[in-house]
């Protein structure tokens, strides 16, 4: 009788053990099983306000759950973005909370509790360098103490409040740092932007060396990895030429080696890459995700398309550029983006519409899967 309840207590154990987002070589999987996340990117809703202080209204839960409706399994959201809402910075710009009102991280598991009842994986990105505007934050990147403030006061904290959930998938440190890098020679081949810089890296003008990039990223990676070692972690690059040695004008700056060299330690390397495709000027650029296979990068991680949208997509389809990005080895792809405002995205509409496009597929990676 004893061995029985103790076999029947186990059991019950096993059936509560969330499942998470998981890597096996080049493939991402959930449950045992590759998989391939498709979905949006929600973004913001208002840009750099929708979590803590008050602000946090419900709409992002409202899109996560049309989102799901529609056949997506995942989502990629942006968090503090560039800082002026979230953290709290003292006026000395150290971070004292994740914000002033202590509602931050509940709105974070808000959002992360909609994603498991909608069966959709959450993504959290919680810096942007692709536009960087915010002096606290940019003085923050240059200080390692200042860093450590955040990572003490805000990020750790979050981590314990929401370590282990069924929908949280991955967290990315930044956004698109190439935006804000400078563009320099180095003797170091992690910290020499003059490739990427050929390419348009460092147009905001912000100049923040791509050691100091790195080391941010690198302790960020490792603090989460400290709190929850089952969420993974990843990078979004503004395109494929900061993640490749392959192509062209291309270096990755984001190997294991770098990430750790920068931050000083282990721990502090990607989970999975994800690149951003645009077109230019009607045409993709040498290398972009949409005209080579995931392989052909020759990289050791998965990697997802982060962003892209069919209005510069070189006259492609949202179905067509889901479907390829399936069909050619890619571990997800994230439509930009959910609130359709702007020029460069595609409606909220044709976005739902889209992600229909692949459910039921199982011939390159599970779509439809539970959340749980």
């Known amino acids: 009788m004893v061995v029985m309840l103790l076999l029947t207590l186990l059991a019950l154990l096993g059936s509560t053990t969330a499942k998470r987002l998981a890597v096996s070589g080049t493939d991402l999987t959930y449950g045992g099983e590759k998989v391939f996340l498709n979905g949006a990117n929600i973004a913001w809703n208002n840009y750099g306000y929708d979590f803590g202080n008050g602000a946090y209204d419900g709409t992002l839960e409202t899109w996560v759950h049309e989102i ?59 810096w942007n360098g692709a536009a960087l505007s915010y002096q606290k934050t940019i003085d923050m990147l240059q200080d390692d103490t200042k860093i450590e403030s955040y990572i003490q006061n805000c990020l750790t904290p979050l981590m314990e409040k929401i370590k282990g959930h069924p929908a949280l998938a991955s967290v990315e440190a930044v956004n698109e740092p190439e935006g804000s890098v400078k563009v320099e020679s180095n003797s170091d081949p992690c910290y020499d932007t003059t490739a990427i810089g050929q390419q348009g ?121 889901l479907e390829y990005a399936y069909t050619h080895g890619y571990s997800g792809a994230w439509t930009w983006h959910y609130n359709g405002q702007g020029e460069v995205t595609d409606t909220r509409e044709a976005q739902q519409a889209a992600l229909g496009h692949l459910v039921d597929r199982t011939d390159h990676g599970v779509v439809d899967f539970t959340v749980e």
């Not at 909370?97 to 990105?125: H, I, K, M, P, Y």
């Not at 460092?202 to 089952?230: C, H, K, S, Y």
């Open 68 to 126: 799901g409706s529609s056949g997506g399994n995942s989502i990629r959201v942006w968090v503090h973005v560039e800082g002026q809402n979230t953290p709290s910075f003292d006026e000395n710009g150290f971070v004292t909370a994740c914000d002033r009102t202590g509602d931050f991280e509940s709105d974070v598991l808000s959002l992360l509790d909609a994603g498991e009842q909608s069966g959709v994986l959450v993504n959290l990105c919680l």
């Open 201 to 321: 890296a460092g147009w905001t003008g912000v100049n923040i060396p791509m050691e100091r990039w790195l080391r941010f990223i690198g302790l960020q990676n490792q603090a989460v990895r400290a709190v929850d070692p089952a969420t993974l972690l990843t990078i979004g690059s503004w395109s494929q030429f900061s993640q490749n040695d392959v192509f062209p004008s291309s270096h990755n700056h984001y190997t294991d080696a770098c990430l750790n060299q920068a931050a000083g330690g282990s721990g502090a390397q990607l989970d999975y890459y994800q690149m951003h495709s645009y077109d230019w000027q009607g045409a993709w650029t040498n290398g972009a995700p949409f005209t080579v296979d995931a392989s052909d990068y020759n990289l050791d991680k998965p990697n997802v398309i982060g962003e892209f949208c069919s209005v510069r997509a070189a006259g492609m389809s949202l179905p067509d550029l």
